[in-house]
């Protein structure tokens, strides 16, 4: 088995209810961006800080919510398609266990990408230490920075490289420490290495492709009104591609046991 970008690109019209549901999916992504224009509404009719402030709180918040149930939408749709083949998309009435998986993704997410936090936190702090007491430049201080630089880049490579791994082994189980389960998601690259490539061009070209279509859509009003669409189906492929890239390694396994 090999990943296919054109079922990835088609899965979802096999749903009766596709449109219906990518519709509530664009409609959600749209309202996480647009519910910050209340805020300023409320102020510029109100005149009152107060109550333009204590908006913008509650507005982040729903902001926070809508987010985990996107994403969690995203990772459910990617768990389907891997634990039930050909599965129709999730339905939208399940708010509290998608924004239960949402937290459970964002909170891996957090725990993997720690150490490049921490490192880049440190590295930001005696860089900024140094300039402040004039020795960056000091041959000492430059080679240690020079090197902490270094490794911290190359974390920082390792950390995005290896992202869409640990998002497929999360899609697996969806346990939070999925995300950082290294031997379970090594054994999905294990044989399955040139469709793993295969992935991370397919997300960068859909990047690519995704940032071109939004530039041509925003020259026009109507097209405006397509980019929420058009970001809620690009994460749809990239639930289905993640989806195919497990199946194909779990293929690969279970073949390998036969031989």
Not at 67 to 86: D, E, H, K, P
Not at 87 to 110: A, C, H, R, S
Not at 224 to 235: D, G
Request: some cysteine; glycine content about 6%.
């Amino acid at each position: 088995m090999e990943l296919d970008f054109e079922k990835s690109l088609t899965y979802i019209s096999k749903d009766p209810g596709w449109v219906n549901k990518l519709l509530a999916g664009s409609g959600l992504v749209l309202a996480t961006f647009a519910v910050f224009l209340i805020p300023l509404f409320a102020y510029i009719f109100t005149e009152s800080a107060s109550i333009g402030l204590g908006s913008l709180v509650l507005c982040f918040i729903l902001s926070i919510l809508l987010t985990l149930l996107l994403a969690g939408y995203f990772v459910q749709t990617g768990n389907r398609r891997i634990n039930y083949s050909n599965t129709f998309l999730p339905d939208w009435n399940e708010f509290g266990k998608m924004m239960k998986t949402g937290l459970k993704y964002f909170v891996g997410l957090f725990i993997y990408t720690l150490p490049i936090i921490l490192l880049s936190s440190v590295f930001a702090s005696c860089l900024a230490f140094a300039i402040a007491h004039n020795n960056v430049f000091h041959p000492a201080a430059f080679i240690l920075l020079t090197l902490f630089g270094a490794l911290n880049l190359l974390v920082l490579i390792l950390t995005i490289v290896f992202c869409p791994l640990m998002m497929a082994n999360f899609f697996k189980e969806l346990k939070i420490l999925a995300f950082v389960n290294f031997k379970d998601a090594f054994e999905l690259l294990k044989d399955n290495v040139a469709n793993y490539c295969i992935l991370i061009l397919l997300f960068l070209a859909l990047s690519v492709m995704t940032q071109i279509a939004i530039s041509l859509l925003g020259i026009t009003i109507v097209g405006i009104i397509f980019i929420p669409v058009l970001y809620f189906y690009v994460y749809l492929v990239a639930a289905e591609l993640i989806a195919q890239f497990v199946l194909c390694a779990k293929e690969k396994i279970i073949n390998s046991e036969a031989v």
